[in-house]
């Protein structure tokens, strides 16, 4: 059985008693004598291709020249939240707890979850960040 070319490639980048210790157990595992892998570790520095070695052709093939992408007619990504428009309608209590209704007391604007479309009730201040308590997604917002 002939060493895959890997095994070959890590045994030749080892010297002294690491290699001897990679040698043993290679030679175990793959029933080949020490000489006979000394002999492969040779082949592979000294860069000739064994007889084994078939002629492979590359996957890659590099180029000289690449696409540009025109940034100006890009579309720009809405970074804003999506406010509702009547937010009277909705109910936003969250957290029954004592801090819960004080930051409930602070809510001047509702917005809609960017990842589930949830109404969120938030104050005026920014920036904020948000987490929202149907999906957990959090978000934050600058504007």
């Known amino acids: ?39 492969l570790i040779n082949t592979y520095k000294s860069g000739k291709p064994s007889s084994d070695d078939v002629a492979i052709s590359p996957d890659f093939s590099p180029v000289t020249n690449k696409e540009v992408v025109d940034l100006d007619v890009a579309v720009p990504l809405k970074t804003g939240p999506n406010y509702i428009d009547n937010p009277d309608q909705y109910r936003m209590k969250y957290n029954p707890s004592e801090a819960g209704i004080s930051n409930q007391s602070k809510v001047r604007q509702a917005i809609i979850c960017p990842e589930c479309s949830a109404p969120l009730g938030i104050p005026d201040v920014r920036p904020i960040k948000v987490t929202c308590p149907q999906c957990m997604h959090e978000a934050v917002f600058y504007s």
């Not at 690491?18 to 000394?38: F, K, Q």
């Open 1 to 39: 059985m002939a060493l895959p070319p890997e095994v070959i490639g890590r045994l030749a980048r080892l010297e002294g008693y690491d290699l001897m210790l990679e040698m043993d157990s290679v030679s175990r595992n793959y029933n080949l004598s020490l000489g006979e892998i000394e002999t």
